[in-house]
């Protein structure tokens, strides 16, 4: 089994390679396209335009150039297929973005995307309230060259309306100078120099999973009270000052502004920001288990005919292995195409073997997926962490 410590070298590695990344203050995108909406009236200009595509995504998570100020697989995209797909870092955190689109989902009224990509426990509320719709795999032929690991979830165990965009690693990221030992441990992350300096995810099942784990519990199993337990763990060091905010993706931001020295946060993440500033960020699974899940490309409920069909042609491009590696080397997630390990090793050699983009099963094995919860159960969670973080 790796050690963290050969993990946290092997990340660093990864960070060595001559790869361009895109940078660490997102929003390129500018407008939303929620905000588009609003400046047009209301119903977008592009719902009926059959050569429109609106793909609402989380930030640091496609490859950008920086120069061109550009997505080159979006750009190549558009070029062969003529579709203008428009795109947009409209993800901080899924109950936000739920927030914002739920009213119309329920209206059927057009949410201003045509592909949306929420996180694994979200996508199955999507599916479970009817607000997606069912893909025509006859325009998907990639379908198939989803990782057999991923092929049946129980939200959506025939992938019909849904495929995995990245997987998602979460774990202890952290400021290299101010933590020099490193963070492997919860002692770590609590210790003396951060205080005051932490931030955690308001990723639920990431945040207290972790603390869960440090804590001996199995989050495959994980009881309400054990569950209610690592909460108040959270909301005394919130108390008492160590944890500074419960924050989604903004908490890159913390840390590269010097207001977060550790964090609980995502592996694409910290490797992106470690590149972007001279390898002062690190990033490992802890050693009592990190959390792993999936972002899902998905179709909503209220995009156009054509917005599904192009919806359908962006999904398939992306499932493209000779695609996916390209992202894959830029965003540094788990990469849930067949076939992309094979074509990275063309591109970049030595990202082809990385445990944090081709988990082996030793790796594997030391990522957890927190228990599915019952709707009762996820009200009742979700109340008890916001509650905790002040909310």
Aim: glycine residues 10%.
């Amino acid at each position: 089994m790796a050690t963290e410590r050969s993990l946290s070298l092997e990340a660093r590695s990864i960070l060595g390679a001559r790869i361009s990344r895109r940078g660490v203050l997102v929003g390129a995108g500018g407008l939303s396209a929620a905000g588009l909406l609003a400046a047009c009236g209301g119903s977008g200009a592009s719902k009926n335009d059959a050569k429109t595509l609106r793909w609402a995504n989380w930030p640091l998570y496609l490859d950008f150039d920086s120069k061109t100020k550009k997505y080159p697989t979006l750009e190549k995209f558009k070029k062969q297929t003529g579709i203008d797909a428009q795109y947009f870092e409209d993800y901080n955190d899924n109950d936000e973005f739920f927030g914002k689109v739920q009213a119309q989902l329920k209206l059927g009224q057009d949410i201003g995307y045509d592909v949306v990509t929420p996180t694994d426990w979200m996508a199955a509320r999507w599916i479970r309230l009817g607000y997606t719709q069912k893909f025509d795999l006859a325009n998907i032929p990639n379908h198939g060259n989803i990782l057999d690991s991923l092929k049946s979830p129980s939200y959506d165990p025939k992938r019909e309306s849904s495929l995995t965009w990245q997987g998602i690693m979460s774990g202890f990221g952290w400021n290299t100078a101010k933590n020099p030992k490193g963070v492997r441990t919860l002692d770590d992350l609590f210790a003396p120099q951060n205080k005051g300096k932490i931030v955690v995810l308001t990723e639920m099942r990431d945040t207290i999973g972790i603390i869960l784990m440090s804590q001996g519990v199995d989050i495959t199993k994980v009881t309400e009270d054990q569950f209610m337990n690592a909460v108040d763990f959270m909301a005394k060091k919130i108390a008492d000052g160590w944890i500074r905010g419960v924050k989604g993706n903004d908490y890159a931001q913390d840390l590269t502004s010097g207001d977060a020295t550790a964090v609980i946060g995502w592996s694409g993440d910290m490797f992106i920001l470690a590149s972007e500033n001279a390898g002062k960020f690190d990033f490992a699974i802890p050693e009592s288990g990190g959390t792993i899940s999936g972002d899902n490309l998905m179709i909503p409920s209220t995009a156009s005919p054509a917005g599904k069909a192009n919806g359908e042609k962006l999904i398939n491009y992306y499932y493209d292995p000779t695609v996916a590696a390209e992202v894959a080397a830029y965003v540094n997630y788990v990469c849930p195409v067949k076939g992309a390990q094979a074509e990275m090793e063309k591109i970049a050699p030595e990202l082809a073997t990385s445990e944090y983009i081709f988990p082996t099963e030793k790796t594997a094995a030391r990522l957890h997926v927190f228990r599915s919860l019952t709707p009762d159960e996820e009200t009742k969670w979700a109340q008890a962490f916001q509650k905790a973080q002040g909310n």
